[in-house]
């Protein structure tokens, strides 16, 4: 009977560990989404040469 008290309290600790752990990680991601999203990024599309029309 005493056990089950014990498990309880044991695992409830890995538990917030775990979801602290998934906080901090949205956490830096939504840091580093808005600072990359402030600044402008391009990517250069090389475009498709047209052959002449008889071909």
């Known amino acids: 009977m005493?056990?089950?008290e014990?498990?309880?309290t044991?695992?409830?600790l890995p538990l917030v560990v775990?979801?602290?752990a998934i906080a901090g990680i949205l956490a830096v991601l939504v840091v580093t989404g808005s600072r990359?999203?402030?600044t402008v990024s391009r990517v250069?599309?090389?475009q498709v040469q047209q052959q002449g029309?008889?071909?």
């Open 6 to 8: 014990e498990k309880s």
């Open 2 to 4: 005493i056990y089950s």
């Open 18 to 20: 775990i979801l602290l």
């Open 36 to 38: 990359q999203g402030s």
């Open 10 to 12: 044991g695992l409830a």
């Open 53 to 55: 029309a008889g071909q």
């Open 44 to 46: 250069w599309v090389p």
